[in-house]
Nanobody, 128 residues
Framework: QVQLVESGGGLVQPGGSLRLSCAAS????????VGWFRQAPGKEREAVSC???????????HSADSVKGRFTISRDSAVNTVYLQLDSLKPEDTAVYYC??????????????????WGQGTQVTVSS
């Protein structure tokens, strides 16, 4: 059965760091584009970062301008997990962060409409 489980969220002070995990079971993450998205209360869900399939594409990464240079997406194929390293966190980064997979979205992995399956989300709160 396909399953995506996000973890690693929590409360952190501005300037702090968190490492989010997206653990997959029932399929191989290498075969999909994987994206991190976030949604704050009262706002639309937005793309944060994504990585393309390493088997059907080139495993390239993409990040939104708002997080570029602060967040890093990576894949550990050995444990079938994609990570999002969040550094230099700001209060405006506060949101529920979701992991999702896309079979056909390798060439537009930043487009949430390309995604087929979503995890349950993990809360990130940045506050002093």
């Amino acid at each position: 059965q396909v399953q995506l489980v996000e973890s690693g969220g929590g409360l952190v002070q501005p300037g702090g760091s968190l490492r989010l995990s997206c653990a997959a079971s029932g399929f191989t993450l290498d075969d999909f584009a994987v994206g991190w998205f976030r949604q704050a209360p009262g706002k639309e869900r937005e793309a944060v970062s994504c990585i393309t399939s390493s088997s059907s594409s080139d495993g390239s990464t993409h990040s939104a301008d708002s997080v570029k240079g602060r967040f890093t997406i990576s894949r550990d194929s050995a444990v079938n997990t994609v990570y999002l390293q969040l550094d230099s966190l700001k209060p405006e980064d506060t949101a529920v962060y979701y992991c999702a997979i896309s079979w056909g979205g390798n060439y537009a992995c930043w487009d949430q409409n390309e995604y087929d399956y979503w995890g349950q989300g993990t809360q990130v709160t940045v506050s002093s």
